[in-house]
């Protein structure tokens, strides 16, 4: 018969673990943490705070989710961590949980790839089906949209949100919003194209590609002034749902966007 709680792991009696949640050696779960069906909980894994995980997730030896806040104001308030369904979280990865500043709460939506060392700081949001490569650091507050991919070793600043379908290139130290489709490359990072192999592979129609190649050139290319491009990428949303996330997105950025 397999044992799925290894019996060096530590569970607080009041933690709430599906009957088929497999734990590892070392492992500590803490007393306000509830794990759904079918999920791994690897080796030297701490889990802590009030940290509720999904259906189907993986995680891998010595992460870190659900810890108190790196924020000089937290002074224990009971802020939460909340996880979707199928996502994997691979080595050393830390996950804090949320400020009273903010929500109280840090998200991380469903079927995300979150690779070893990256870091998820507090009252972050992550959308879907996003990647992020090994050391990818978020700080406070950041928001990813749907299908985002952040590159090695990418930084995003504090209140910054990037786009759905957005990616970074290696190394990116993103500092003010990225929108929607943009590749964002560079220390400070500037627009560097579109991800439009992404956006082929995700089912995007050529018209629509067209149309979202038309909205980078307006906003990026043409030399307008952000208002004038605004007007002008208004229009065309009209006409492309698509393009009208652009519109949207920028209308919604406190931090101002890349350009």
Not at 52 to 74: E, M
Not at 145 to 166: E, P, S, Y
Not at 188 to 204: D, I, M
Request: charged fraction near 20%; hydrophobic fraction near 40%.
């Amino acid at each position: 018969m397999t044992v799925l709680i290894h019996p060096t792991a530590v569970i607080h009696p009041g933690a709430r673990l599906a009957a088929d949640v497999k734990v590892g050696a070392y492992s500590i779960i803490g007393e306000h943490v509830s794990i759904d069906a079918g999920c791994e909980i690897g080796p030297h894994v701490v889990i802590e705070g009030v940290t509720t995980i999904g259906r189907d997730n993986r995680i891998f030896q010595f992460a870190s989710v659900g810890s108190a806040p790196q924020d000089k104001k937290y002074a224990g308030e009971p802020t939460r961590l909340e996880i979707g369904d199928r996502n994997t979280i691979r080595e050393c990865c830390t996950i804090n949980t949320g400020t009273v500043q903010d929500g109280g709460l840090t998200r991380l939506g469903n079927d995300n790839w979150i690779m070893a060392y990256v870091h998820i700081a507090h009252d972050c949001m992550i959308g879907n089906n996003t990647i992020l490569a090994n050391n990818a650091t978020l700080a406070g507050h950041v928001h990813l949209g749907d299908w985002v991919f952040l590159g090695g070793f990418t930084t995003i600043h504090q209140f910054c949100k990037v786009g759905a379908h957005a990616m970074t290139a290696f190394t990116a130290a993103v500092s003010q919003d990225v929108p929607p489709y943009v590749t964002a490359a560079g220390n400070r990072a500037k627009p560097a194209g579109l991800n439009s192999e992404g956006l082929r592979r995700r089912g995007f129609s050529p018209e629509a590609i067209m149309a979202i190649k038309r909205a980078y050139k307006t906003l990026y290319r043409q030399g307008l002034t952000l208002d004038e491009a605004r007007a002008q990428l208004q229009e065309q949303g009209q006409h492309y749902p698509e393009v009208q996330l652009f519109v949207d997105f920028i209308a919604a950025a406190e931090r101002g966007i890349i350009r």
